[in-house]
């Protein structure tokens, strides 16, 4: 992908001055902080030009284990009853523990089986050493570097509930971290009577809860949202609408 982007910039010197996003989903969020890192430090190197203008982490897989530990809980305060919430919590334990023995591969199996989806595609079975890795590190590089980051999550996602997002998100190194966490939600709102989201900004971090979106949360949020860009931030967290 840098090789791609090396590319594209040097062959077309009209976009390097134009703000450049990288937009991600799902599992597609461990590539982007990557990415997103990796052409941070090309770009201060200067072997690439290019406006960057940040990384959007939607629905991401960044620290799967978070997600799967609050799989349980979740699922117990809408549909499980006890007996079932005792069974998913003893899948999610079982990958907790095959994670905490580096067995990289063999926690995507009990993930799997945790969610009882049939997964046989090629390129999922040659990345199941890298599917349960946590990327969180690399986020915490792209919020020290300066980069701005975005997280937004759908409140009816299940794979990556916005339960598992938040814990992930405690767990960053980030000097400005307490800051970010003080912050109440300011609601977003389509209209004056309907709220579709909720949100806080401080500093190059963002975190958007989308309301009546899933996992793929473009098809699924109430409808089209007008984002408040960093620009009209104050400090304390506080975005006019």
């Known amino acids: 992908m840098l090789v791609l982007l090396g590319v594209f910039f040097k062959s077309k010197p009209e976009f390097q001055k134009t703000p450049f996003y990288i937009f991600s989903e799902s599992y597609g969020g461990k590539m982007?902080?990557?990415?997103?890192?990796?052409?941070?430090?090309?770009i201060t190197t200067g072997s690439i030009r290019c406006?960057?203008?940040?990384?959007?982490?939607?629905?991401?897989?960044?620290?799967?284990?978070?997600?799967?530990?609050?799989?349980?809980?979740?699922?117990?305060?809408?549909?499980?009853?006890?007996?079932?919430?005792?069974?998913?919590?003893v899948a999610a334990t079982a990958v907790q523990d095959a994670?905490?023995?580096?067995?990289?591969?063999?926690?995507?199996?009990l993930w799997s089986m945790t969610e009882?989806?049939?997964?046989?595609?090629?390129v999922f079975e040659n990345m199941a050493g890298d599917f349960m890795k946590p990327v969180v590190d690399m986020v915490d590089a792209l919020l020290s570097a300066g980069v701005n980051v975005t997280v937004y999550n759908g409140q009816l996602d299940l794979i990556v509930d916005t339960v598992g997002q938040e814990t992930w998100v405690k767990q960053l190194k980030w000097k400005k971290l307490d800051r970010f966490r003080s912050l109440r939600w300011n609601p977003l709102r389509l209209d004056v009577e309907e709220t579709a989201a909720f949100y806080k900004v401080w500093d190059n971090f963002s975190f958007f809860w989308i309301l009546k979106a899933g996992h793929m949360v473009s098809a699924g949020a109430a409808g089209p949202l007008v984002l408040p860009s960093y620009s009209v931030c104050d400090q304390q967290g506080a975005c006019p609408l």
């Open 32 to 42: 982007a902080a990557a990415i997103a890192l990796a052409l941070h430090d090309a």
């Open 51 to 89: 406006t960057f203008g940040g990384v959007a982490l939607g629905d991401s897989w960044i620290s799967p284990i978070d997600s799967v530990l609050s799989w349980g809980p979740y699922l117990y305060s809408i549909l499980l009853d006890g007996n079932g919430l005792k069974e998913v919590q």
């Open 99 to 109: 994670l905490a023995t580096g067995q990289f591969k063999l926690a995507t199996e």
């Open 116 to 122: 009882e989806v049939s997964q046989a595609a090629l």
